[in-house]
């Protein structure tokens, strides 16, 4: 077996769970699969996987062998559609990721207008609000809030953010509005904790990063949610300014303590690493990034 083949076959392998049912789309019995990861741990000298008689599992260096070879095989593969003149045809299909509140607020129609530019392109959106591992689980591009530390990924950068506290007219005419982010602490306090961790408020004072600490009159996980509470009076909320940019417009919410806002946080597109970007990857690279750098200067 050469070693193109033992890596496609270590590959199959992990994400088929198994040996056997690594080894069907080869045509390869367990045991001729067992031999075959067997002769490629030889060759590296090192082991790739945990086996047992019901499972398998990645070693520390299977896991980072796996996301060499899955980026390599399709760099492969790329290369084979661009000397198959597939190079100006985006086609195939495309996974992205972004957080519920983003997909559905500013991706959205993104995605249908990019769609409907590329009809040979089809699509599944994966919202999630958590960060994705984007070779582990197959993501082609992701929308990426705040500071990026992964150097194994390529950014273009769309946009920025501004994290806000807002509430409604009724709620501050009735209970005063904040002057001094220390007045949090006797305003009933609305915590979304994707954006206020450990009851904390994060803000900036003289061009100095400072915090201060609140009891939430409520505490919940979905930002959405309490954009709505915010809005039926019940309190003071923090949001990114995307997600109440229609409340704000409307004058259905307001800002509070403007002035000492922290400040704005970066989007960006992120995929990962490779030395040949599929067509139909830079072809949405290329439609969605001003498109959302436009929608996110109106946000």
């Known amino acids: 077996m050469d070693r193109l083949c033992e890596m496609e076959l270590f590959v199959a392998v992990v994400e088929a769970g198994g040996l056997a049912s690594g080894g069907r789309s080869f045509g390869m019995s367990a045991p001729a699969v067992s031999r075959g990861i067997a002769s490629l741990e030889e060759r590296l000298g090192v082991r790739l996987l945990h086996r047992t008689t019901r499972r398998i599992g990645l070693t520390d260096a299977g896991a980072r062998y796996l996301e060499s070879t899955r980026r390599l095989l399709e760099d492969l593969r790329a290369a084979e559609r661009d000397a198959a003149g597939e190079a100006g045809a985006p086609r195939g299909h495309l996974t992205i990721t972004a957080s519920v509140t983003f997909g559905r607020t500013a991706l959205a129609p993104v995605l249908r207008s990019f769609l409907a530019a590329y009809p040979d392109v089809t699509a599944s959106v994966l919202l999630l609000d958590r960060v994705v591992h984007l070779v582990e689980e197959g993501i082609d591009v992701a929308v990426r809030i705040g500071e990026l530390s992964d150097s194994s990924i390529m950014v273009r950068r769309v946009g920025e953010i501004r994290r806000i506290l807002v509430a409604s007219p009724a709620y501050l005419a009735r209970r005063g509005v904040p002057q001094r ?16 961790p450990h009851r904390e408020w994060r803000h900036v004072v003289n061009g100095t990063s400072r915090t201060v600490s609140v009891m939430p009159r409520l505490e919940i996980n979905d930002a959405l ?17 995307y997600m109440v940019a229609e409340e704000l417009r409307a004058g259905s919410l307001v800002p509070v303590l403007e002035e000492f806002a ?38």
Do not use: N, W, Y
């Not at 599929?278 to 200067?297: E, I, M, S, V």
């Open 181 to 196: 982010p220390t007045d949090l602490r006797d305003h009933a306090v609305i915590a979304f904790t994707g954006l206020m």
């Open 225 to 241: 949610t309490c954009i709505d509470a915010a809005r039926h009076d019940e309190g003071i909320t923090i949001a990114l300014s």
């Open 262 to 299: 922290p400040p704005a946080a970066p989007i960006h597109l992120v995929h990962p690493a490779a030395r040949l970007v599929a067509p139909k990857l830079r072809a949405f690279l290329d439609h969605a990034g001003p498109d959302l750098q436009r929608r996110l200067r109106e946000l």
